[in-house]
């Protein structure tokens, strides 16, 4: 009985919430989904952490379809102060149409005058307003062609 409260202090000090407490391990997965076919993680910014002018913005945003053949997803992550917001574009085939590639596009965009713009590399302009309960995109191709897609709040 004398090797008892070592083993009884070992064993408190080995369940004790301290000695388990650990930060996640960096690399870890955030959390995520799929978009158009897309495996897409991020984290979405504490709301009360963003301006409430650009809230709206904030959260991901999916079932959008440009046009019958390509699917689109917008996740906005962060909106700072001067309304330079943190974005991820997502696009790819709607249904198994197949006549799309897909991508994942992460950038920046500019929220000004209650629309969040954006541009990607092909000269291809975004713009979102806030709906009653939805995002409206904007898509104006280099070439001039417009269309518009109502993006749904993704929870």
Not at 60 to 65: G, K, V
Not at 127 to 149: C, H, K, S, V, W
């Amino acid at each position: 009985m004398l090797f008892a409260p070592p083993l009884v202090l070992l064993f408190l000090a080995l369940w004790s919430p301290a000695a388990w407490a650990q930060e996640p391990a960096t690399g870890q997965p955030q959390p995520g989904r799929v978009f158009c076919d897309q495996n897409v993680i991020y984290r979405i910014a504490d709301a009360a952490t963003v301006p409430q002018a650009y809230r709206g913005f904030l959260g991901a945003w999916s079932d959008a379809a440009w046009d019958p053949h390509s699917c689109a997803a917008l996740i906005v992550d962060n909106v700072d102060p001067d309304g330079t917001a943190s974005i991820i574009y997502v696009f790819g085939p709607l249904g198994s149409s197949g006549r799309v590639t897909g991508g994942t596009l992460h950038g920046t965009g500019t929220v000004r005058d209650g629309e969040l713009r954006f541009q990607n590399s092909d000269g291809t302009q975004f713009a979102f307003r806030p709906g009653i309960a939805d995002l409206i995109g904007r898509m104006t191709t280099p070439n001039g062609q417009f269309y518009e897609a109502t993006f749904k709040k993704t929870l």
